[in-house]
Each structure stands twice: as C-alpha cells, then as structure tokens.
C-alpha cells in the first residue's frame, strides 16, 4: 500500500471515528476494552478497501458495514457467553446429580468451619481426645474411612439411628465455639 493511501485513510478515520462510537452506542454494546472499537476500525478499513464510489456515498456504506460486524461481534460474543454458562451448568448437574455419595465432600462440609490449614493427623489427635468413645467411632469411620452408615452400624453391631446419633453429636460440637477454642484451632 502507498503511503498516500495510508495517510488518506487516516485522515478518513479521523473524520469517522464518531461513527464507530455512534454505532456501540446504539447496540447498547458495553466496549471496555476497546474491542467493539477495534472491530470498527477493521470494518471501516474493509469498506474504505472495497468501495466503489458509482453504488452509493462512502458514509452509507460505511454505516452499513460498521453496524453489521459490531452486531456480528455480538452476537458471537452471546454464543461463546451462553455456551460457557451451559457447559458449566452441565458440569455442575453431573457434580451434584444425586446418585452418589461423595464423602470427601461430606467430610469437607462437616469440617467447613473449621481452619483448613490447621486440619492435619496432631488436629485429629486433639479432637479424638475432645470426643466420646462413639463419636470418634463416627470421625474415623465415617469421615476418615469414608464408610456408610450402615456399615459402621453392622461394625459396631447397633443400630443406623444410634451411628447417626454420633454423627449430630459431632457436628453440634464442631459448630460450638468454645469447642472450637478448645481445639485451639482458630488460634
């Protein structure tokens, strides 16, 4: 390209550089980084490149194929935003379907209030000495061991209801906060 070409086109895109912004404005396009912009000025070099003054005035065609790409932008910007969202949400529904237990996370809710930093084999030590015989039981197999509460129940030989008696016994002390100071976890 000729340097005479060039400098005409920036003198073109001084004069229309409103256009653009006119035309972000009316798609309502929020261009924080200055993208919709850009895109602009690459459409507004195409039409300057392609323009053929016997099919209409420079300014009409410019509008024309401005407006269309900022709005082709769009709307491939919504796509790839919709898409994430569905694959996220997908991903979140065979996360959270139901049909499995995962005790990494339930023992990961159990424990959320406590420091997870301080969480290690000294901090089970300590809570083994802060707790029944029972609710140990209900610590080690159920959390640690990741077991059902049916298994620990036939372990243990009583019942599901006495297994899940432990476990509310455990979580009501975990949630108390002089336990919590007990434990020295919060330190």
């Known amino acids: 390209m000729t340097k005479k070409r060039l400098g005409a086109f920036e003198e073109i895109v001084k004069q229309n550089e409103r256009r653009i912004h006119f035309h972000i404005h009316r798609l309502n396009l929020s261009d924080p980084h200055k993208e919709y912009f850009q895109e602009g000025l690459c459409a507004m070099w195409n039409a300057y490149e392609t323009y053929e003054p016997d099919k209409g005035p420079m300014a009409t065609y410019f509008n024309y194929t401005i407006r269309n790409r900022l709005v082709d932008l769009a709307r491939k910007q919504g796509r790839e935003s919709r898409n994430q969202r569905s694959a996220c949400k997908e991903i979140k529904k065979h996360a959270t379907d139901g049909n499995r237990i995962k ?3 339930a023992s990961s809710e ?3 209030n406590l420091d997870e ?3 290690g084999i000294h901090v089970w030590g300590i809570l083994k000495q802060e707790l029944t015989d029972n609710q140990w039981k209900w610590v080690y197999y159920y959390i640690i061991s990741c077991m059902k509460i049916k298994e620990i129940a036939i372990q243990e030989q009583t ?9 509310k ?3 009501k002390k975990l949630r108390n906060n002089d336990f919590q100071k007990r434990l020295n976890l919060y330190g």
Request: proline share 0%; no cysteine.
């Open 117 to 119: 930093e301080r969480i």
């Open 103 to 105: 005790r990494a996370e």
């Open 110 to 112: 159990i424990l959320s």
């Open 169 to 171: 016994q455990v979580r």
């Open 159 to 167: 019942s599901e209801e006495a297994v899940k008696s432990w476990g």
